[in-house]
């Protein structure tokens, strides 16, 4: 999503150059098309990543491209959305993201090791798309299983965090249950829902994702 | 009664173009990559055995850069104890029906 956001955004900012970009600004004239240059490359993008949807992806750029005008202006921002994806493709190409999972749990009695297949093992290593390097904020080790900290923790957890507990009140209940959905499908509505709200232009909103998805 | 001017106004108000806040090619094709990347992502069927566990691990490791870590379900390391978890890259970590 970071690499889709990252290539819609520059291309828009190609043609309208307000913004620093991310990797990429081609040359091409204003009245290239912003709308058919951020969905060619968000096109582009997804079917390199996903060859699988690519027929799908294809006939969407198609249908969306028919609702455009036709003439010079679209055929350069076609032209220009796919030179992007494609030079943000290839500078993300070796990133690390797609390694094998080097990942071997280790461990001894109460030491605790997440239980769920492991998600992220790529990120310790990948090149960030944001941060100077991927330890910059990186979280300190947990408390040790002798400290009052780890002992508080523990029994706020079972206190609150219990099934029939009677100490969490319906809003942290409410917030639990907001925490337990992750990934795109629950936060991508939030960006979606404030560039609508807030009526972005098309930079901006390309700006507003790209920006999010390059918390890393 | 309403005068001339405020007739023209009132007119003028309603005819108006509306300008409503609305989705836009980048809202669009954000949600067209959620829902193609959740399609790559979704929870695995009901396993039928080891084979079935392992495939789905493998197309796990592949997409694992666009994973949605909520919304798979944790199968556990329920076989590997201690420090003999150095298990091959194509060995399944799910203990459901292995």
Known sequence: MAILHSAMFDAVNSIEPRYKPYKVRLPVTPDTSKEAAAAAAAAAVLIKLFPDAAADVQSTLTTYLTTLPDGDAK???????????????E??????????????????????????????????????????????FRAKPPPSLKSAEWARDYN???????????????????????????????YDQLPRQIVIAKNMDLLDSARSFRSRRRTR | MLLKGEWILLTLLLTAPMSSAAANVVTDWDTKAVGIVQAGTAPPPPLAGCGKSRDFEKMAMERARYRNEGHIRSMAYGRAPGDEWQRNDDQSTFSAAC
Do not use: C, H
């Open chain 1, 91 to 136: 500078a993300r190409d070796q990133d690390g993201a797609a390694a094998a999972d080097a990942y071997r749990p280790k461990t001894r009695p109460g030491v605790y090791i997440p239980t769920p297949i492991t998600y992220g093992w790529a990120l310790a290593t990948m090149t960030p798309f944001a941060l100077a390097s991927p330890s910059q």
């Open chain 1, 75 to 89: 055929s350069k921002g076609v032209k220009l959305g796919q030179e992007v994806a494609a030079k943000i493709l």
């Open chain 1, 156 to 186: 706020e957890i079972k206190e609150i965090g219990s099934k029939n507990s009677t100490k969490r009140n319906a809003r942290q209940t409410e917030d639990a249950r907001f925490w337990l959905v992750g990934g795109p499908l629950a």
